[in-house]
């Protein structure tokens, strides 16, 4: 059965600096990992999907990366900035399942 | 972009009530999902529909749930006597299928569900 764990559970960092999400997680026969950002109350807003047969994808200030071997993806956000203050859920699709399996996410809180 | 639509937004309901949410998938996609979140937990999966199947379920999906794609459009899910713990946020997903792997599910902004 697949567990996806993240950690840090909160973090709070200073405005500029470069910092690091991690998502692990049991079963590496996986479709694809895709990281989430979710404001207090609100949606899901999808940041970075990578496939399975890829090792890292980038959007502006985020790269994610996967290590299915290992079954550990990052989340790097370089110059982070307030409005990156949420929290970051990673989610994994696994082979042979119709669903994704959630973390619990990293409570993000960048200090001007 | 196409998005995933939710309605309503917000749905406030008497225990032991009825509750139908309201989800329009993007057009073309062909597979339907339902996600769960309780507020300050993580998102749950619910249930998967295709080709007018449950393709698969949670534990958390009993008899008290059911789905239906009643027209072209629209994507539903009932619950039929809410009770307390069903209170939270539900998000709709659509994906494009039957080709998993490189296409995500999109979601939709939810529907915050409270019982009284």
């Known amino acids: 059965k697949q567990e996806v764990t993240q950690i840090p559970a909160a973090l709070s960092v200073p405005e500029g600096e470069n910092l690091v999400l991690n998502c692990s997680f049991t079963?590496?026969?996986?479709?694809?990992l895709q990281w989430f950002r979710q404001d207090p109350g609100k949606g899901l807003t999808s940041l970075l999907l990578?496939?399975?047969?890829?090792r890292e994808q980038t959007s502006g200030r985020l790269n994610a990366s996967l290590d299915k071997s290992s079954g550990r993806s990052t989340l790097y956000i370089a110059a982070s900035q307030p409005g990156d203050s949420a929290t970051y859920l990673c989610?994994?699709?696994?082979?042979?399942?119709?669903?994704?399996?959630f973390g619990t996410g990293t409570r993000l809180k960048v200090l001007a | 972009e196409p998005e995933v639509t939710q309605t309503p937004s917000h749905q406030v309901t008497q225990m032991g009530q009825e509750v139908i949410l309201r989800c329009v998938p993007i057009?073309?996609?062909?597979?339907f999902y339902w996600y769960r979140q309780i507020l300050g937990q993580k998102v749950e999966f619910l249930v998967s529909?295709?080709?007018?199947?449950?393709?698969?379920k949670s534990e958390i999906f009993d008899d008290q749930f059911s789905v239906e794609r009643p027209d072209g459009s629209n994507f539903t899910l009932k619950i039929r006597s809410t009770k307390l713990e069903d209170s939270a946020m539900y998000f709709c997903?659509?994906?494009?299928?039957?080709?998993?792997?490189?296409?995500?599910?999109?979601f939709g902004d939810g529907t915050r569900l409270s019982i009284l």
């Open positions: 997903a659509s994906s494009v299928g039957p080709e998993m792997s490189n296409q995500p599910q999109h």
């Open positions: 079963d590496s026969a996986i479709y694809n």
């Open positions: 990578i496939q399975s047969s890829q």
């Open positions: 989610a994994v699709y696994t082979s042979g399942t119709y669903k994704y399996i």
């Open positions: 057009s073309n996609h062909l597979y």
């Open positions: 529909f295709y080709n007018n199947e449950i393709s698969e």
